[in-house]
């Protein structure tokens, strides 16, 4: 792997040596644009049209365009020289809770190894991270443009830094077509209903639900042997003083009420919501339980082995009979839209029910 940014993470007073690689590497089948008269690969050239030659990569430039056909050009030293301090510095700002941060923000996930000289600084803040269950929200110049960043820890080995949106580039809801079809906002769901079963809420980057396990989780589902003097009680995924996620079994009760329901101040179960009217008619009570029962029913531990890009095995699958000469490829039917929606909550869990005796398949 080649690293693509070589700085330090500055962590108070304290630089720790980096390198940076990409984390995740995309899987996506590619095509090729052909001429279709005779199967030849199109070339795309850097031409110039006013010399009227092709220009080779040592001789482009960079520019900014401040007017129309007008530019000022940026040199490697102009950027060299930017008086940025994240130029070549991850600058730690802040240590917030992972699940904090919205996963909208995510972007991209590099890894970080140490450098030269940073080995045991690199070891001293990732393990404190862990034991605090802790992400950093941090800054760093990439790409010409300073990101804005999340520090966390990996499998309890590294630490990944993930890039972020700036809430200014997150489009605003009320930019969608339909966005008075979605409804007010639920402002009196009774406490429990928003919740995962056992009160865990979704993780952010240094939780579950990123696609790797906790802080102080080994990926292996076995919590840290060790906790530090003075820190919270890590629940078993790593997070600190939160109640284990993960299904209940079957027939246990869900924040001390049963199927799944949250409880009134009197301890009697409540109706999970209260009807509301959005764009397409009201939820009813018992639709919405039915709902609740079939989260409840799906939700497992994270596991991402289970799953497979079946777009691109498919279409492989289509490449290669095109090879052995066979054309026949045959399309599922175009999902139905939903008639009667007590009637289709109950069919998903019938058949939830017997995926589960024959072997659920990977998803």
């Known amino acids: 792997m080649r690293s693509l940014w070589r700085g330090v993470i500055s962590f108070g007073l304290v630089n720790i040596p980096v390198r940076m690689y990409l984390a995740v590497e995309e899987k996506a089948v590619r095509f090729r644009q052909l001429h ?7 070339r795309y050239r850097r031409w110039c049209p006013r010399c009227d030659v092709e220009v080779a990569a040592e001789e482009l430039a960079r520019g900014y365009e401040y007017a129309p056909d007008r530019f000022v050009l940026i040199t490697d030293e102009d950027l060299a020289r930017l008086p ?3 130029a070549r510095a991850i600058e730690i700002l802040d240590f917030v809770q992972g699940e904090a941060i919205d996963p909208i923000y995510f972007q991209r996930t590099y890894y970080l190894e ?3 000289g940073g080995g045991k600084a690199y070891r001293l803040l990732r393990r404190a991270m862990d034991l605090r269950g802790r992400v950093a929200i941090a800054k760093v110049a990439l790409r010409n443009k300073e990101t804005l960043a999340c520090l966390r820890t990996f499998r309890q080995r590294a630490l990944a830094l993930v890039a972020m949106a700036y809430p200014d580039e997150i489009r605003p809801l009320e930019a969608l077509p339909a966005f008075a079809a979605l409804g007010p906002p639920e402002t009196s769901v009774p406490a429990g209903a928003d919740v995962a079963p ?4 979704a993780a952010g980057p240094g939780g579950p639900a990123d696609g790797g396990p906790a802080p102080g989780h080994d990926g292996q589902g076995r919590p840290p042997a060790v906790t530090a003097a003075g820190s919270a009680p890590l629940r078993p995924d790593g997070w600190p003083g939160a109640a284990p996620s993960g299904p209940p079994p079957d027939g246990a009760a869900v924040d001390g009420t049963a ?3 949250p409880a009134e101040a009197d301890g009697r179960p409540a109706s999970p919501v209260a009807a509301r009217t959005g764009g397409d008619g009201a939820v009813d009570d018992r639709e919405l339980e039915l709902a609740l029962h079939l989260i409840d029913r799906l939700t497992t531990r994270f596991d991402p082995d289970r799953y497979r890009d079946r777009y691109r095995e498919a279409l492989l699958t289509v490449v290669q009979r095109k090879l052995q000469g066979q054309e026949a490829v045959v399309a599922p039917p175009e999902p139905a839209p939903v008639v009667d929606l007590m009637e289709a909550l109950r069919a998903s869990l019938e058949q939830l029910e017997g995926r589960r005796g024959a072997g659920a398949p990977v998803r």
């Open 259 to 261: 199927a799944g329901r």
């Open 36 to 42: 279709q008269r005779c199967g030849t690969p199109i």
């Open 84 to 86: 940025l301090p994240t």
């Open 198 to 201: 056992g009160g865990a809420r």
């Open 114 to 116: 140490p450098a030269e």
